[in-house]
């Protein structure tokens, strides 16, 4: 029951949305898209679904070319950012109404209705409207409508992304329970790093239209293929700055070195490039910290972390930082960064050296 991407790509108006693509999701398992705004995400969704034809490639479903097949005739469910539930119904006619459509029998009905409602805690709202729910109860209604259907592929495109702070949480805590036992493919597209790690599962980031990394969601994080992965999968972007190895060590560029064999005694003479993400840098000295002069753009307080926003020679950076921190842009800092964190890109941005705390993970 696995879906096959062969070579898949799309494109509109002389644009290319979806570069060649290939993709297999196997049956039970939850598929996060992570990626910004514009990576493609939905497009890709789209041409799952069957809603997009593709400009080249096969989608391939239970073994079986289903590429120019209607969306009506495949076994999918799909879930919005804005959810949609029809207001003049009750939650029970709403859950209900796909199956109504599929012309399953009344019985039948009922009992999904109710097993699926009492899944998603809907259980006494069921002869309630939709607008006599908070958003977060609606959404499970949406969820429950797309679940009900028994579908062998469900596309959830940012469905929390409208929901408050604690709705999110909640929700992203209950999706990977409701789902584990369907024996479904779930594809889920977000934004936000985090939230791909709190579902878990598989990840395929995506940047520009391209798929750039697919695996199980905490490799992908801990081992990025390339710089451009390791952008996607950090939230603030990962920093970056230029190193050069030469007599056994690294070379920061301002007078900053650390030994080259904490990478490997293999790590050749070269130019590279050093990523690390923003909650490694810190303003306090450790023991084996590398130090970095930076000049302070702006400071972002979110109650208990200070983001701050650093000019290092002309290389923006950004690190998170515990507690709040009163900090007066323009003045003169120094951060500090442990070298276990440090991941090492060739010139090209392919990944060379992970960082040694991701290979002791």
């Known amino acids: 029951?696995?879906?096959?991407?062969?070579?898949?790509?799309?494109?509109?108006?002389?644009?290319?949305?979806?570069?060649?693509?290939?993709?297999?999701?196997?049956?039970?398992?939850?598929?996060?898209?992570?990626?910004?705004?514009?990576?493609?995400?939905?497009?890709?969704?789209?041409?799952?679904?069957?809603?997009?034809?593709?400009?080249?490639?096969?989608?391939?479903?239970?073994?079986?070319?289903?590429?120019?097949?209607?969306?009506?005739?495949?076994?999918?469910?799909?879930?919005?950012?804005?959810?949609?539930?029809?207001?003049?119904?009750t939650v029970y006619d709403n859950i209900a109404s796909p199956m109504r459509l599929m012309g399953l029998d009344a019985g039948e009905i009922d009992r999904r209705v109710r097993e699926t409602a009492d899944l998603m805690q809907l259980g006494p709202m069921l002869e309630r409207k939709p607008l006599e729910?908070?958003?977060?109860?609606?959404?499970?209604?949406?969820?429950?409508?797309?679940?009900?259907?028994?579908?062998g592929l469900v596309l959830?495109?940012?469905?929390?992304?409208?929901?408050?702070?604690?709705?999110?949480?909640?929700?992203?805590?209950?999706?990977?329970?409701?789902?584990?036992?369907?024996?479904?493919?779930?594809?889920?597209?977000?934004?936000?790093?985090?939230?791909?790690?709190?579902?878990?599962?598989?990840?395929?980031?995506?940047?520009?239209g391209r798929v750039t990394q697919f695996g199980p969601t905490p490799e992908v994080y801990r081992k990025p293929a390339d710089a451009t992965t390791a952008r996607v999968f950090s939230d603030p972007p990962m920093n970056f700055l230029e190193v050069e190895k030469r007599d056994g060590v690294l070379a920061f560029g301002e007078g900053e070195t650390l030994p080259a064999g904490a990478f490997g005694p293999e790590l050749a003479t070269g130019r590279y490039t050093a990523?690390?993400?923003?909650?490694?840098?810190?303003?306090?000295?450790?023991?084996?910290?590398?130090?970095?002069?930076?000049?302070?753009?702006?400071?972002?307080?979110?109650?208990?972390?200070?983001?701050?926003?650093?000019?290092?020679?002309g290389a923006r950076w950004v690190g998170l930082v515990h507690g709040v921190r009163v900090l007066r842009p323009g003045e003169s800092l120094t951060v500090h960064l442990d070298p276990r964190h440090v991941y090492l890109f060739d010139e090209a941005g392919a990944l060379v050296r992970p960082a040694p705390y991701a290979e002791a993970a």
């Open 1 to 89: 029951m696995s879906l096959v991407l062969d070579h898949v790509s799309r494109t509109a108006g002389g644009e290319t949305l979806i570069y060649p693509t290939d993709l297999t999701l196997e049956p039970g398992t939850m598929n996060v898209l992570l990626g910004p705004t514009n990576a493609g995400k939905t497009s890709l969704m789209r041409l799952m679904a069957g809603l997009d034809k593709p400009a080249s490639g096969r989608i391939l479903w239970k073994g079986e070319d289903v590429t120019g097949q209607r969306v009506q005739d495949r076994k999918v469910a799909m879930v919005y950012q804005q959810f949609i539930n029809y207001p003049s119904m």
């Open 133 to 151: 729910l908070s958003g977060g109860q609606q959404q499970r209604c949406a969820l429950a409508r797309a679940l009900v259907k028994n579908a």
């Open 156 to 208: 959830l495109d940012e469905p929390l992304a409208n929901l408050d702070y604690k709705l999110r949480e909640e929700l992203r805590a209950e999706i990977p329970r409701i789902f584990a036992e369907s024996g479904s493919i779930f594809v889920y597209a977000t934004t936000e790093p985090e939230e791909a790690l709190l579902l878990g599962g598989n990840c395929a980031t995506l940047w520009q």
């Open 275 to 313: 990523g690390f993400r923003p909650n490694h840098l810190s303003l306090d000295p450790g023991a084996q910290t590398i130090a970095f002069d930076a000049t302070l753009a702006v400071t972002e307080i979110t109650g208990s972390e200070t983001y701050v926003h650093l000019d290092h020679h």
